[in-house]
T-cell receptor, first 112, second 113 residues
């Protein structure tokens, strides 16, 4: 059972545009929501994370928006660059010992 | 510090064989988790080891097993390989395992023919 639904599966954005990736979850026990970035041939790397006590977190060009009542969160990449081309995974963690649930991933391509 | 290393990087096996994958965590990290990554399913959690003990397990059949050694290095074994086991197997290490950042290795690409 997929507990974290991620969309879109793929995304093409022009350089300088805004990339938006959405995730939705069902388990209300989730209380930590990280995003990972994965380049070809590499493992995922933590990009940014948020806890549900805040509605938004920004780090540079990357922003997470969180809607607790709708059980949705999204990643916004402002001023997207070709170097941002990668696969992005949202994830959710319910605490305890390492049981993170990942979304299915979004392959982002930023074209010049 | 050196990152997480996984060996081998690529493997080709045939159905029915077994395979062992290895992961060396970041020095000082005691938690090692294993994930299976496939195009359709994304990353799926296999199991997590901390100080040589399996602390958590995902929903995979018993053909998938693992262990951790006293130096925190971990191995994952898959017996009686099936075509559907073809995937990228990722290892991630953390310091204590509770809400610490996970550091992923580059993965082992397993192809089952």
């Amino acid at each position: 059972q997929q507990q974290v639904k991620q969309s879109p599966q793929s995304l093409i954005v022009q350089k300088g545009g805004i990339s938006i990736i959405n995730c939705a979850y069902e388990n209300t026990a989730f209380d930590y929501f990280p995003w990972y970035q994965q380049f070809p041939g590499k493992g995922p790397a933590l990009l940014i994370a948020i806890r549900p006590d805040v509605s938004e977190k920004k780090e540079g060009r990357f922003t997470i928006s969180f809607n607790k009542s709708a059980k949705q969160f999204s990643l916004h990449i402002m001023d997207s660059q070709p170097g941002d081309s990668a696969t992005y995974f949202c994830a959710a963690d319910s605490g305890g010992y390492q049981k993170v649930t990942f979304g299915t991933g979004t392959k982002l391509q930023v074209i010049p | 510090k050196a990152g997480v290393t996984q060996t081998p990087r690529y493997l080709i096996k045939t159905r029915g064989q077994q395979v062992t994958l290895s992961c060396s965590p970041i020095s000082g990290h005691r938690s090692v988790s294993w994930y299976q990554q496939t195009p359709g399913q994304g990353l799926q959690f296999l199991f997590e080891y901390f100080s040589e003990t399996q602390r958590n397990k995902g929903n995979f059949p018993g053909r998938f097993s693992g262990r951790q050694f006293s130096n925190s290095r971990s191995e994952m074994n898959v017996s009686t390989l099936e075509l559907g086991d073809s995937a990228l197997y990722l290892c991630a290490s953390m310091d204590s395992g509770q809400r610490d950042e996970q550091f992923f290795g580059p993965g082992t690409r397993l192809t089952v023919l």
